[in-house]
């Protein structure tokens, strides 16, 4: 799965954790229901900036739209944010990303 379909699933998931209220949803997140709508349909990919924001908007730890489920405690996401807890949301995602790219192995 890609992380464009993780993401969708998880802002299915999020908004049915709001009650279901969409519009609600999106006025949390401060975004138009209509993009709220298009992306939740998978019309339009969930930006970094808007997974942050679903994220912080409900109270997930950094990065939760990104990690499949039952893997939110991965190694790589606990160093990244114990040892650059200062560092922008997109620069944590930067190094997370190199450290499992570094870390799987080749092919």
């Not at 990104?66 to 190694?75: N, R």
């Not at 807890?85 to 799987?104: G, V, Y």
Request: hydrophobic share 35%; glycine share 2%.
């Amino acid at each position: 799965m890609n992380t464009d379909e993780l993401r969708r699933i998880k802002l299915c998931d999020l908004i049915n954790e709001y009650k279901g209220a969409q519009q609600a949803f999106a006025d949390e997140i401060e975004e138009s229901a209509s993009f709220v709508s298009q992306m939740k349909k998978g019309h339009r990919p969930i930006p970094d900036t808007v997974a942050r924001k679903c994220e912080k908007a409900m109270k997930k730890r950094p990065f939760w739209m990104d990690i499949p489920y039952g893997e939110e405690s991965s190694p790589e996401l606990e160093e990244v944010l114990q040892r650059f807890p200062q560092a922008s949301a997109e620069r944590q995602k930067i190094i997370l990303d190199l450290l499992r790219s570094s870390s799987s192995p080749e092919k």
